[in-house]
């Protein structure tokens, strides 16, 4: 557990996976919030609003109140002008019509990195190299016309029902690439973002991965050595592993530095 006891509320834009643990583990119930899509939650852990980022006639549900913002919801459109006219459009609004929202922490991705061999850190200097990883860094630019903005690039998310384990188990098909898969618990990924809401000073951007970076099969036949759940036949043997970027490396240094405690520094403490 967290134990989150700062006085500052939050509010969570999308009670999707990592949504839905920070909700479970803020206290300050009454002044924090979640926004819900489609569908609200059954039992909501706080105080809920539905909210579409696509439809600007819901916006207006959001609360007046200050709060430090946290929005988990990814880009919408795949038109990258289509999408920062959006963004612009919504951060124009909010400045008018909600102030007090000053604050916010975007949930972005490593995927912002480019595919090469390099150690990749929140100060390189760098492009995308794939379209989703060109919208996520498009995203972070824009907002941060519009807020006191803090970035998180997570690596992949697991824990809490997803991850290695879950694939083997349902027989979808584990990635063959030899490039090292950065990852971070779902719960640790809440205590770095509680972590920057009560220390708004320190840090503009910081990359959320542990200590342990491993190609997916290398994990997959970890954990068929190491669980007695996880069957060899779950992992097919001769299949061939796909080239990669073996010396892809994104720093965690500033992770360290911020003296955040993961509670599964690698994967085989998050999925034993």
């Not at 969570?12 to 009454?30: N, P, S």
């Not at 959320?208 to 491993?214: Q, T």
């Amino acid at each position: 557990m967290i134990h989150y006891t700062s006085a500052t509320p939050v509010g969570i834009l999308g009670l999707g996976f990592l949504g839905k643990i920070l909700a479970a583990e803020l206290t300050a119930f009454k002044e924090s919030w979640g926004t819900w899509h489609e569908i609200p939650p059954p039992e909501p852990k706080l105080q809920v609003f539905h909210f579409d980022w696509a439809d600007e006639n819901s916006w207006t549900n959001l609360p007046e109140t200050a709060v430090t913002l946290v929005l988990t919801i990814p880009p919408l459109l795949k038109n990258p002008q289509a999408e920062t006219e959006r963004l612009q459009f919504w951060g124009t609004w909010m400045q008018q019509n909600r102030p007090q929202l000053k604050r916010l922490i975007y949930i972005s991705t490593t995927g912002v990195y480019p595919k090469r061999n390099e150690i990749w850190t929140e100060n390189s200097e760098f492009e995308a190299d794939t379209d989703s990883g060109k919208l996520r860094l498009l995203t972070e630019n824009v907002l941060c016309q519009y807020f006191q903005l803090q970035i998180i690039r997570p690596g992949g998310i697991y824990g809490c029902g997803r991850g290695i384990d879950f694939r083997l188990k349902a027989g979808k098909p584990i990635p063959l690439s030899s490039t090292p898969v950065h990852r971070i618990h779902v719960e640790d990924l809440a205590r770095i973002v509680l972590h920057l809401v009560k220390h708004p000073e320190s840090t503009t951007c910081v990359n959320a991965v542990d200590h342990e970076a491993k190609p997916s099969w290398k994990v997959a036949r970890w954990l068929i050595e190491n669980r007695d759940d996880l069957t060899q036949e779950m992992f097919p043997e001769n299949t061939a592993k796909l080239p990669g970027t073996p010396q892809r490396i994104i720093s965690n240094q500033r992770l360290l530095e911020l003296a955040v405690t993961l509670r599964y520094p690698t994967f085989r403490q998050g999925m034993v």
